[in-house]
């Protein structure tokens, strides 16, 4: 979408370059110059030499320039045509070059506070702030220009008024505006609207969304969640040339294998990155604006903690823009839940879940391909979607005796939606046992282990954990007695939420037999699995609330 020769621009302040995303976007920048992408980058950063209240002192030209590993060009910005020649050169120079490049302007001085609540007399005296409020920088150049002969007076007044018109024009329209008087249309706007599915495709879904489930098979077609991952990533790139896979070390296949082979195929459309989570997804946000379909793979669930902020910049921009700025992604949280391999920080089981961002977690292979097709056809109409892989999950062959965990791919035009769950029907059961991802796992284990003991329990794979899909309501209704078993920590789990709205939709046969458990509220040890949820919790409280 953009012209052969476009230079890319954006502004800051000089404050603004001690936050992290700047120095994430200018690191991204110049190591991708260095490996020789085309960068066409002009950042602007203005030093008034103030930081809200925080004197700057020349840091950035004394001791902040030093770092940045690109050309520099100085502009002053009380001169008119020094202003004008620099910022050109450095435009020149990216436009020519290709490469990044940074025009800093100097003595610009900030006339008054930095915003409403600013208190300027908190930290400046009265004369400072009287000398501050009298230099105008813009009446300053204005009277250069017509001393240098730009303009006439006449034609800069002339111009001024046409600029004072625009922006009372522009007042006007805003105000003329539809208001905000609708809590349901905020809550609409946060994502953009779900896409349908492509003619030729079929739901595997039933009406009620309530799918019945069975333990997977033996043979040939039988293959670990791991494949399945593999197979429905290499079929939606083939299909949609607009497709790209970005992440970390994703080219030689990951740390799963999920993406082996893949860049013999794709090559260029996968993507590795340095190992920062916050240009990660932020070069998801620009592949997104640019007309191409991101899949942003996290290479473990407590690495998107590094990220949090440019992921929740993402996620509430269909919002912000009223829907005219999504940002239609996949981002595939790997490195979730059970295991024991590198603690906490690669055994993570919490969930950041902003508004925006539809959450999946899938508990095989079958199901993910059949997610998969339609968490991407939800990205291309501007969604977000995190799908989250239980480590546990992905390469597990059998869950006890005569329970296979291996499934049969999925026929290319068949799909699931959000709304969709999976019952795995106990006999005459009067509990339903309400879980996900790995929690399916401890789930049906406690159901055979409490068979033998001649109790009976249902099991629900629910696996949208960011709202209540129709098919966990429409199942709750034909039980009892319900249980939640999440395996997200107690306080961060996102079961809670269902629980809370269902019960205020009063969807509950009777709201006194229901019950909830997590894992506890801690943090995991290495080479331990002791704080995750597992069948015994499972089991004792399902067997408490039958017995």
């Known amino acids: ?221 039988a293959q670990v969640m791991r494949k399945h991952m593999h197979r429905v990533f290499d079929e939606l790139l083939e299909e949609n040339k607009n497709l790209v896979y970005i992440g970390e070390d994703v080219r030689h296949g990951g740390y799963y294998l999920v993406t082996e082979g893949l860049k013999k195929k794709y090559n260029s459309r996968l993507i590795d990155f340095p190992p920062d989570e916050t240009s990660i997804i932020g070069a998801g946000m620009g592949m997104s604006h640019s007309g191409l379909v991101p899949i942003v793979e996290m290479p473990y669930a407590k690495y998107l903690d590094c990220g949090l902020d440019m992921f929740a910049e993402a996620a509430i921009m269909n919002w912000v823009s009223n829907g005219t700025q999504p940002n239609g992604m996949v981002v595939r949280l790997q490195g979730f839940g059970r295991g024991v391999f590198g603690g906490n920080f690669h055994t993570h089981n919490m969930l950041h879940m902003p508004p925006g961002v539809d959450v999946v977690c899938y508990s095989n292979g079958a199901h993910y391909a059949l997610g998969m097709r339609y968490a991407l ?28 965990w291996e499934f049969a791919y999925t026929n290319r035009s068949s799909y699931i939606t959000f709304d969709d769950v999976f019952l795995y029907k106990g006999n005459n059961s009067k509990l339903l046992v309400v879980t996900y991802g790995n929690g399916v796992i401890a789930s049906l284990q406690a159901q055979c282990e409490m068979r033998q003991k ?64 997590a894992a506890p509220r801690t943090y995991n040890p290495l080479g331990n699995i002791l704080t995750f949820l597992n069948k015994e919790d499972i089991q004792q409280k399902a067997e408490e609330m039958l017995l």
């Open 454 to 517: 001649g109790l009976e329990v249902s099991v629900l794979d629910c696996p949208l954990l960011s709202s209540v899909p129709n098919g966990l309501r429409n199942a709750v209704k034909n039980y009892e007695k319900v249980l939640f078993a999440d395996v997200c920590k107690e306080g961060a789990a996102p079961l809670s939420s269902h629980l809370a709205a269902l019960l205020n939709e009063g969807a509950f046969l009777d709201a006194r037999n229901v019950r909830f458990i």
């Open 377 to 404: 056809q939800q990205a291309k109409a501007g969604r977000m979607i995190m799908s989250v892989d239980a480590t546990e999950l992905l390469n597990l062959r059998q869950l006890g005796p005569d329970m296979s």
């Open 1 to 221: 979408p953009f012209p052969k020769d476009f230079v890319s621009f954006f502004s800051l302040g000089d404050g603004s370059v001690n936050n992290g995303h700047y120095l994430s976007g200018i690191n991204l920048a110049e190591f991708a110059a260095f490996r020789g992408t085309k960068v066409p980058l002009l950042t602007c950063i203005t030093d008034n030499g103030i930081s809200i209240s925080l004197r700057t002192h020349d840091y950035l030209k004394k001791q902040f320039a030093k770092k940045i590993q690109q050309p520099l060009f100085f502009a002053k910005g009380d001169d008119i045509a020094d202003l004008w020649s620099v910022s050109k050169q450095a435009i020149d120079w990216c436009r020519a070059k290709g490469r990044p490049a940074t025009l800093i302007i100097t003595g610009i001085t900030r006339r008054f506070g930095h915003a409403a609540t600013d208190r300027q007399n908190a930290y400046m005296d009265p004369k400072e702030i009287l000398n501050r409020a009298e230099t105008d920088v813009i009446l300053d150049l204005c009277a250069q220009m017509v001393q240098s002969g730009v303009y006439t007076t006449s034609e800069l007044l002339t111009r001024i008024d046409e600029l004072q018109r625009s922006a009372e024009l522009s007042f006007e329209k805003a105000s003329s505006e539809p208001k905000l008087t609708s809590r349901e249309e905020l809550v609409q706007r946060v994502s953009a609207p779900l896409a349908p599915m492509p003619l030729e495709t079929k739901a595997i879904s039933s009406d009620t969304f309530v799918t019945p489930a069975t333990f997977g098979i033996s043979g040939a077609e």
